[in-house]
């Protein structure tokens, strides 16, 4: 049976699973819900200098009838006084011992940092997040986004958290910067105990066609949220590995974008995250949704083997590699299930104008497309625009015998040199003349 | 006692004409919409007489542009509104959907279309630019589907015409045909007040054209005449006493009923309709909501080769209707009134029906309700100079749905036999088109 206790830079937890710094960390009683549901740690909404905050702080992204596929807010850090907070992370500590808590911290100046970390001690903290994350509000005060976009500025602060933490220290990076793991290395330079990642990624979810003014709308006007929840999870795993794939990079990751499910979970842990942290999805269905991620965590990684998350931590990553390395001589071309075809025809529109024009369509009124194999290049997008379940499956063609890489050719120094050159891969592929889109207009 | 009462006023008979196809409020039409796959040349449209652009409309449902919408669905059908509601989507663009192929249920087209077409006809949106009026005008006999549907298509080319409706409210079998349950008289009368205020085009009710000096004064005065006169009433089928009191037509039981609004005659508690078309099924399902106790539908051959859609079977029989097969009429018994009908049993031999000897029963009941067919109008016909009709009596038109006389053109139930209403919407706007080339040239 797999374990999944975690023992994350020292921060010990029942699970992986955390509750990331937002509002449904707001107040111990919302903490004291989640851990009585199952949750293993969470990490308390940001501890710091005084804000005020908006109404009118959240907006969303739907998907046709999906509801918060990206979801984005202006909200700022906790705006409840910092005494009530310490004296709620007590009490939630009193009944929840072996859950984790960590107390998310932003303030300005060393005393600051120095004075808060001795309150969040007190209080019973089992570690520190320090939000260099936040992308609105707090950056135009020189705090959150602002920090993780200067990784000496960041250094600096960790050293100085550094200085007097007794509890792990974790270091929350922001997405809104070219390379992600400069800040990480900052990081680590600084003596942090761990990294987390992605906070928010600047953006606009939406303008009231009516009103002109963008979501969330304050009396009119609106500025720009963090974005979250399902719509990001591509970019923070791609972090997240960036992160994991530094070969100076020997600190623990807390995993943190779009886990709504126990499989989002299990990527974010595959690509090097060793804790995971859910903010959105629980805004969305509520701390209950962790009677699904827990089950479906531990059954996969019995199915799979994992024993443990360290085990399983990361275990993807050598399969991540650059395109330099993959092989060109991998074949794949798509396949269709006439039994299963419904007759929707997307594959036929999606190959013919968006991809490489290599199905056809018969005039004699059957529905059901043709793969003309000699143009399929195995772009994918056929079996991705399919409404039915396995009715397109791209089928491997060359017999696995050959592995040539770009590297490999540049070695070899075979790869084409010019845009003629014979061994240029589009050279032999189809295209139809140009001339034949007017004849075949309807 | 039935499930039903007999409807004694308004509130009652809409308790028992509950619309199956109810209008979608915006949730409901949301979450629906988004369900379309958005298909490339959608089996829907094919599927549809009036080819409309199916995808299209849900689509711009899906992003809030319901003008959009409407205005794709009346591009195509200016009845567009009505159809929604009585069209057989089960048969056409919703058995055509692909989701059918995954058991999945079909996107509700009908039901989108008619959201979309209410929201327009609610708010009197004018969707379309309309040409100058040119100088000719065109009479339309009949505002029924066909009717309505030439002199909107006749607007955009330019030109205007004068309806003349027999009944005093338009919309011909959506008024007076379909069973109440897939359309109110209110909702009818509504897209026609919306298209003629739209259009400009005018209708003159309670105004029967049957003479010959009526179609002379309409051949002065316009420079063409449509005819979407539909078909005339029940068929007698001959059999003894089929006059007898407690006997009646289909048609006219339903535009009975669909005027009144509340049973004014009792039907008794035992009803046999005669037929095995749609308009049997439907003469059987609103007796057993107006109240009868026992419905019978008997069809004198087998249940397989009605004439009925399914969906229209199956509906009948959702409320207790029951059907007999292969049997025959031969006579109603009674001699004051109907007290029942003598059948005789039928086979099928060599693909013609023949009686069973000695095999006659009969059937107790209080009312025969004939869904026989209806007769076509062959009397006032006639009296048009070189109009032609074939041998089942319907208008005989060229592929511009212009007659044996030029100058008179025809389309709807009167020149296909019986269609749905939808096919009359087809061909009328089809025939707006020979019209305009006929004017033209």
């Not at chain 1, 001690?121 to 602002?146: T, V, Y």
């Not at chain 1, 419904?342 to 043709?370: F, K, M, T």
């Not at chain 2, 979407?228 to 289909?250: D, V």
Request: some cysteine; overall charge negative; aromatic content about 8%.
């Amino acid at each position: 049976m797999a374990d999944l206790s975690i023992n994350f830079a020292g921060i010990k937890s029942p699970n992986p699973f955390w509750l990331a710094s937002a509002p449904p960390t707001n107040c111990g009683y919302q903490v004291m819900r989640a851990f009585d549901q199952g949750w293993g740690g969470a990490v308390w909404k940001t501890l710091g200098v005084p804000i005020v905050n908006v109404s009118s702080r959240y907006g969303s992204v739907d998907y046709r009838d999906s509801r918060m596929a990206g979801f984005n807010n202006i909200e700022l850090i906790s705006d409840r006084p910092l005494s009530d907070n310490l004296k709620e992370i007590e009490e939630v500590k009193k009944y929840f011992p072996d859950n984790a808590v960590i107390a998310s911290l932003m303030v300005e100046t060393k005393e600051e940092w120095h004075q808060i970390i001795k309150d969040v001690e007190n209080a019973g903290s089992d570690g520190i997040e320090l939000n260099f994350g936040c992308p609105h509000g707090m950056c135009e005060r020189g705090m959150g986004s602002a920090v993780g976009q200067e990784p000496k500025v960041l250094q600096t602060i960790v050293e100085w958290v550094m200085e007097v933490a007794s509890i792990p220290v974790i270091v929350k990076l922001t997405p809104n910067i070219t390379d992600v793991t400069d800040p990480a290395m900052a990081a680590v330079r600084g003596g942090a105990d761990a990294i987390s990642l992605i906070n928010t990624i600047q953006s606009i979810v939406g303008v009231d066609l009516n009103t002109l003014a963008p979501f969330p709308s304050v009396d009119g006007k609106g500025s720009n949220g963090g974005y979250c929840g399902p719509a990001v999870k591509p970019i923070a795993l791609n972090m997240v590995k960036n992160c994991a794939q530094h070969p100076e990079m020997n600190l623990p990751i807390s995993g943190i974008g779009g886990v709504e499910n126990w499989k989002d979970a299990a990527e974010h842990i595959l690509l090097g995250a060793s804790s995971v942290q859910v903010c959105t999805a629980v805004m969305h269905y509520g701390f209950g949704i962790i009677r699904e991620l827990l089950p479906g965590l531990e059954n996969y990684m019995n199915e799979k083997g994992f024993n443990s998350i360290e085990e399983m931590s990361g275990a993807a990553l050598p399969n991540v590699v650059e395109w330099k390395d993959l092989n060109l001589k991998y074949k794949v071309v798509a396949s269709i299930d006439e039994v299963k075809c419904i007759g929707c025809q997307l594959c036929y529109i999606a190959c013919e104008d968006g991809a490489h024009q290599a199905i056809s369509i018969s005039a004699n009124g059957d529905r059901v497309p043709q793969i003309i194999d000699d143009n399929c290049v195995g772009c994918n997008l056929c079996s991705l625009v399919c409404p039915v379940e396995d009715c397109i499956t791209m089928e491997r063609r060359d017999d696995g015998k050959l592995d040539v890489s770009w590297d490999d050719l540049t070695q070899k120094g075979e790869i084409p040199t010019t845009f003629d050159d014979d061994r240029a891969g589009g050279k032999g592929h189809f295209v139809p003349k140009p001339e034949e889109a007017l004849k075949r207009k309807k | 006692m039935g499930e039903f009462k007999k409807p004694i006023n308004e509130k009652e008979f809409h308790e028992n004409f509950a619309q199956i196809k109810p209008l979608m409020d915006n949730n409901q039409a949301f979450y629906e919409s988004s369900r379309c796959l958005f298909c490339y040349d959608a089996p829907c449209i094919a599927a549809c007489p009036t080819e409309i652009d199916i995808p299209l409309f849900i689509r711009q449902i899906n992003s809030n542009n319901l003008k959009g919408a409407a205005k794709t669905i009346f591009d195509s059908n200016w009845m567009g509104n009505a159809c929604g509601k009585v069209c057989p989507t089960e048969v056409l663009c919703e058995g055509a959907c692909v989701y059918n192929h995954q058991d999945v249920k079909p996107i509700e087209i009908g039901r989108l279309q008619n959201y979309a077409t209410r929201s327009a006809i609610d708010k009197n949106q004018s969707l379309f630019d309309l040409p100058e009026l040119k100088n000719k005008k065109v009479a339309i006999i009949g505002a029924g589907p066909a009717g309505i549907s030439c002199a909107c298509e006749l607007r955009m080319a330019g030109y205007t015409s004068d309806i003349f409706e027999a009944h005093e409210k338009p919309s011909g079998l959506n008024m007076y045909g379909v069973a109440p349950y897939k359309i109110t008289n209110q909702e009818a009368a509504l897209e026609v007040d919306y298209l003629k205020e739209q259009f400009g085009f005018s209708i003159h009710y309670n105004r029967r054209v049957t003479s010959e000096e009526d179609l002379e004064e309409l051949e002065n005065t316009y420079n063409a005449i449509f005819i979407g006169i539909g078909l005339g009433s029940t068929r007698k089928i001959n059999i003894k006493n089929e006059n007898l009191k407690g006997c009646f037509g289909a048609t006219e039981f339903i535009e009975k009923l669909r005027v009144n609004e509340y049973a004014e005659d009792s039907l008794g508690k035992r009803v046999i309709v005669l037929g095995g078309g749609n308009t049997a099924m439907d003469a059987a399902s609103e007796s057993a909501r107006m109240g009868a106790e026992e419905v019978t539908i008997a069809y004198r051959n087998s249940k397989d080769s009605m004439r009925a859609y399914d969906f229209e079977y199956e509906l009948a029989k959702e409320v207790g209707v029951k059907g007999v097969f292969n049997c025959n009429p031969i006579e109603i018994i009674g001699s004051e009134k109907v007290e029942g009908v003598r059948f005789v049993k039928t086979k099928s031999e060599g693909g013609s029906l023949e009686a069973i000897e000695g095999s006659e029963f009969i059937i107790t009941c209080d009312t025969v309700i004939f869904a026989t067919g209806q007769s076509k109008q062959k009397e006032f016909l006639d009296q048009i100079d070189k109009l032609e009709l074939d041998k089942r009596g319907r208008i005989v038109v060229n592929e511009n749905f212009q007659t044996g006389n030029p100058k008179y053109f025809a389309a709807g139930d009167a020149v296909n036999g019986g269609a749905e209403v939808v096919n009359a919407a087809a061909e009328g706007k089809k025939a707006a088109v020979g019209i305009v080339r006929f004017l033209e040239s």
